[in-house]
């Protein structure tokens, strides 16, 4: 029997309708049972610290466990393989950070391509470093330490907490940009670092602002500059690196991430969720006293945040010929 174009018409514009309405409720009811945070870091890290944060909040307000799930090794790689082969469904999220912005051109033969196979969800902060030095280096100040790096080309040690780290990167920035030559000496971590640089074996160290802090405060390491564009309210004496070297900015990010073509609608609900938890006063002032600035981004704006930061970084990387260990 031959249907009636204007009853075809109907029922065709009535199917078309049905999968839109179906993803709008499974949405609505999503989620429906436990989800996993993947973190690429070990227990006990600050991204770990920060992942278990927000998956209890998410937790308390969407009624389902977030999971947090450590998987470290490959500098983040493996965590991020394991995302990517996950069924984009929202219930398999990553913690995405800084460093998935440099393993893009560190690491050659990926599995995956981060930007085209990871969808960016919500980002969390954006945090500052800073650059130390002990308090018997002679410069008081970034100009001073760029005149005395100058007149002292190879001569001054460049501490970090291994190549390929945040704190090597960041230094390498400064080197790239003020044009001095400093000794790159990295060490098995942050802490013995610090623990060079707090002996006068190691000259500067661009550290986090986490880890700095309460020695800067107690004045057994000078801060010279935050590797941010602007001072920060919580060291309002020291300032900018950018106030010396411009176009110097240097700063982690972190976030959440998902498999792609994960639902919009899903990844709307997640995103709107941690931008609320952003505006909470008891986390927003956790993470100001780690020198983090709240970042409230869009799903799309968070992803040309992290396009930015793998373009910027990988000019740095490649200037210095970094090679990950």
Do not use: C
């Not at 870091?41 to 308390?60: H, K, T, V, Y």
């Not at 954006?126 to 760029?146: C, H, K, L, N, Y």
């Amino acid at each position: 029997m031959e249907i009636p174009r204007r009853r075809f018409l109907h029922l065709a514009a009535g199917a078309a309708i049905v999968p839109a309405i179906s993803r709008l409720a499974w949405a609505q009811a999503y989620p429906a049972r436990p989800a996993r945070i993947i973190v690429g870091f070990p227990p006990g890290n600050p991204p770990d610290i920060m992942a278990r944060l927000f998956a209890q909040w998410l937790s308390e307000r969407l009624g389902q466990p977030f999971i947090v799930e450590n998987r470290p090794g490959g500098a983040g790689n493996l965590a991020t393989e394991l995302v990517v082969r996950a069924s984009p469904d929202g219930y398999t999220l990553l913690q995405v950070n800084s460093g998935h912005a440099w393993n893009t051109t560190l690491y050659e033969n990926l599995s995956f391509d981060f930007i085209r196979d990871i969808a960016p969800v919500a980002s969390i902060y954006r945090q500052s470093g800073v650059m130390d030095v002990s308090p018997t280096f002679p410069a008081r100040s970034v100009g001073e330490f760029i005149a005395y790096a100058k007149a002292n080309p190879g001569k001054i040690n460049m501490a970090s907490g291994g190549t390929a780290s945040a704190t090597h990167i960041y230094g390498e920035l400064f080197k790239m940009l003020a044009g001095v030559d400093m000794v790159h000496v990295p060490y098995r971590g942050t802490p013995a670092a610090l623990t060079a640089l707090l002996s006068g074996e190691a000259h500067v160290f661009f550290d986090s602002l986490s880890t700095s802090l309460e020695h800067i405060r107690a004045g057994t390491v000078r801060g010279l500059g935050v590797t941010v564009a602007q001072r920060l309210e919580i060291l309002p004496d020291i300032p900018s690196i950018g106030e010396f070297v411009p176009a110097y900015e240097a700063s982690g990010f972190l976030g959440f991430g998902a498999p792609a073509r994960t639902p919009a609608e899903v990844i709307g609900k997640l995103n709107r969720e941690i931008n609320a938890s952003l505006a909470d006063p008891t986390i927003k002032t956790r993470l100001t006293a780690l020198g983090a600035t709240v970042l409230p981004l869009s799903p799309a704006e968070f992803g040309k945040l992290i396009a930015g930061e793998t373009e910027k970084w990988a000019k740095v990387i490649k200037f210095a010929g970094i090679k990950p260990e």
